[in-house]
């Protein structure tokens, strides 16, 4: 069984790989075996999740890019497929929230966001499923969020870009499946991050996510380990275009 889940020999690019639930994938990958290339804007964590990785017996290396530079997008892949050669799983999980009030949302504010966490994984696959293709063997991890399915306050391009990302997993899988690339996204409920931080810090909303659970507390980073290899191996080969809500059941209440 544990062939299944094992991703030795596989190559995993991982946007947002920096830091929060981009750094917690990319050291799952690497523990079932990947070979994994990291990506965001800052150096400083890239280079904490490789010597991480390295550390504890894997293999890192990172790309330091803005996935907001549409346009770069092709050179950024091929920037990925450098140190251990083309990637077989994609990892989608670069974000922002910029939490403005609709009234003060900008244009660019609107495009950037949308840019990071919809367009660039589209353009990131685009770029990077000929080489799964010829393999007949890929994978890609989009990250959804509750706000796919729930609107929340002052979120109104972030939810626009979480709810397509589910759209855009569905497309892709119907455009790649068949070539052996499946195409799924992870869901996750409320965990802490940089991007949370915010939310966190109030400890009273913190504990009113927690009680919208059915399990009763909100996300650990650890709880996205089995789904993300999960989603990235073998196990998953008949799973396609599906959303999993990792969210300790935030959305089935
Ligand atoms: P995070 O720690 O802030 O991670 C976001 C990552 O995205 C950072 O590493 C950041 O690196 C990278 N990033 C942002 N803009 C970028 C750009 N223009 N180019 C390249 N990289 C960029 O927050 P997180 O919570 O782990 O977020 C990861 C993903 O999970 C996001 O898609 C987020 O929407 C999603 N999510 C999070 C939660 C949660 O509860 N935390 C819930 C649902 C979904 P740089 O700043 O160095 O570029």
Not at 20 to 29: D, K, T, V, Y
Not at 79 to 102: C, K
Request: one cysteine or more.
């Amino acid at each position: 069984m544990s062939a299944l889940f094992d991703l030795t020999g596989r190559v995993a690019f991982v946007t947002g790989g920096g830091s929060g639930i981009g750094r917690r994938m990319a050291e799952a990958l690497a523990a079932a075996g990947a070979a994994v290339v990291v990506a965001g804007r800052r150096t400083v964590p890239l280079a904490e999740t490789v010597s991480g990785v390295n550390a504890s017996g894997g293999r890192a290396a990172a790309v330091t890019a803005d996935l907001g530079d549409l346009p770069s997008l092709d050179a950024v892949a091929a920037l990925a497929a450098e140190t251990f050669g083309a990637p077989d799983i994609l990892v989608n999980a670069a974000g922002i929230n910029l939490r403005q009030p609709a009234e003060e949302v900008t244009l660019e504010s609107w495009e950037q966001t949308v840019a990071v966490q919809l367009s660039a994984p589209f353009f990131l696959a685009r770029a990077l499923v000929p080489a799964m293709r010829d393999r007949g063997w890929g994978r890609i991890v989009n990250i959804a969020s509750l706000q796919s399915v729930r609107a929340m306050p002052n979120s109104m391009p972030y939810g626009a870009a979480k709810g397509g990302i589910c759209q855009l997993t569905r497309a892709m899988a119907e455009a790649w499946s068949r070539h052996g690339i499946t195409a799924n996204a992870i869901a996750p409920g409320f965990f802490p991050t940089e991007l949370t931080a915010p939310v966190f810090a109030d400890a009273a909303r913190a504990a009113e996510m927690a009680a919208r659970t059915a399990i009763g507390r909100n996300g650990r980073l650890e709880d996205l380990d089995g789904p993300t290899v999960f989603l990235a191996s073998r196990a998953s080969d008949y799973v396609t275009g599906q959303t999993l809500f990792v969210d300790g059941g935030f959305t089935a209440k």
